[in-house]
C-alpha cells in the first residue's frame, strides 16, 4: 500500500488543522489506518487509528477530545481533524497503513507515507 500523506501547514495555538491520506491501492479497504507523529529529538508516536470498517477509532490520551480520524473507503482516503491545536503537537505527521487489527504498534504497520509537517506557534 502506497500512501500519500498531506495538509500539514504552519498554524497558531487553538487553531484546527486537517490532513488526508490517499492511496490508489484496492488493499486499502482492508487495512486499520493509523496516524504517527514524530517530533525533532523524539521517538514516533502513535496518534489515532480507524478500524478498516470504520467501527472502531482509538487515540492517544494526549489527543483524545481534540483530535478525530475517519475513513472514506470509497475514496481510498484518511484523515485526521486536529482542533485546538498546541505547541506540543508540532511534529512530522505520518499516516501508516496495517492489515494488524486494533494495533498501535509502529512494527505492525507495512506501509507508510512520507509524513507531511505540522508547526503549531505559540
Known amino acids: 500500500v502506497q500512501l500519500q500523506a498531506c495538509g500539514g501547514g504552519l498554524v497558531q495555538t487553538g487553531d484546527s488543522l486537517g490532513l488526508s491520506c490517499t492511496t490508489s491501492?484496492?488493499?486499502?479497504?482492508?487495512?486499520?489506518m493509523a496516524w504517527f507523529r514524530q517530533a525533532p529529538g523524539q521517538e514516533r508516536e502513535f496518534v489515532a487509528a480507524?478500524?478498516?470498517?470504520?467501527?472502531?477509532?482509538y487515540y492517544a490520551d494526549s489527543v483524545k477530545g481534540r483530535f478525530t480520524i475517519s475513513r472514506d473507503n470509497a475514496k481510498n482516503t484518511a484523515y485526521l481533524q486536529m482542533n485546538v491545536l498546541k505547541p506540543e503537537d508540532t511534529a512530522v505527521y505520518f499516516c501508516a497503513a496495517s492489515f494488524w487489527e486494533h494495533t498501535n504498534n509502529p512494527a505492525d504497520f507495512n506501509s507508510w507515507g512520507q509524513g507531511t509537517l505540522v508547526t503549531v506557534s505559540s
Open positions: 480507524v478500524s478498516w470498517n470504520r467501527s472502531v477509532t
Open positions: 491501492t484496492r488493499t486499502f479497504r482492508q487495512s486499520t
